[in-house]
């Protein structure tokens, strides 16, 4: 009897884009990124959206993970990552971003060439171009924090835009609750011997500006920063 030829089966391939209230953006998002990535299987944390966020992302093919109350981004992209493990075979790549950066998410394909080629462990996009924000203090503190908890200096502290294997996406979640999300996640990652890389890239988001809305976001942000620091010092 000659042997039965096995065919490989591809490696799981899994974008977790994080929404809240991104109805104008979510649709060019996940059209973006399955053109850039043909065969991604797209995952959408909802942080409960009512403006129709949930409702566009799955016209546009993605599974939608959500609850009726908001937990903030770490817990949300956490209940999203924990589905996605639990719905099939560990994925060989895991993409997470946020869902307002519309066609130029398509330049993600780039972090995920990176952790396949074994550039890094942790590859982070940072903005080419940064667009609104405040007077940097948040952002600052961000990296400081991650200075002092592990010793890296990365760019982009809180870019919510990474790849990565989908066995360190296991080993890294839960994520730290908020918007302590990114930095939480850099600091294990660097303690437990992965190697971390950014890539500028080409993106485009909804900046918050100097407004008193953009000041409250950013007073929120330094408020789940100082609570990383104070779980992981």
Same mark, same amino acid.
């Given at each position: ?33 399955? =053109? ?72 993600? =394909?780039?972090?995920?060439? =990176? ?104 007073? =929120? ?13």
């Amino acid at each position: 009897m000659g042997e039965t030829e096995q065919t490989e089966q591809p490696r799981r391939l899994v974008a977790i884009v994080a929404a809240r209230n991104e109805a104008d953006s979510v649709g060019a998002t996940l059209g973006a990124l399955a =053109a850039a990535l043909p065969g991604i299987e797209l995952w959408l944390a909802d942080d409960a959206s009512g403006d129709g966020t949930a409702e566009r992302a799955m016209a546009a093919g993605a599974t939608v993970i959500g609850r009726r109350r908001p937990h903030g981004k770490g817990g949300n992209v956490t209940a999203a990552a924990e589905a996605m493990l639990s719905a099939g075979p560990e994925p060989g790549l895991v993409l997470l971003c946020d869902a307002d950066l519309g066609d130029s998410a398509a330049a993600l =394909a780039r972090l995920v060439e =990176a952790v396949e080629a074994d550039e890094c462990d942790l590859a982070i996009a940072a903005f080419a171009q940064r667009l609104g924000g405040g007077f940097g203090v948040a952002l600052g503190f961000a990296g400081w924090t991650i200075k002092r908890l592990c010793g890296a200096e990365p760019v982009a502290p809180i870019s919510g835009q990474r790849a990565m294997q989908g066995s360190l996406l296991r080993e890294l979640i839960p994520f730290a609750d908020g918007w302590g999300m990114e930095i939480g996640m850099t600091v294990d990652a660097v303690r437990g011997g992965n190697r971390i890389r950014e890539y500028e890239l080409d993106l485009r988001h909804r900046s918050t500006g100097r407004t008193l809305g953009g000041f409250a976001h950013r007073a =929120a942000q330094l408020r789940d920063f100082a609570k990383v620091y104070w779980s992981r010092r």
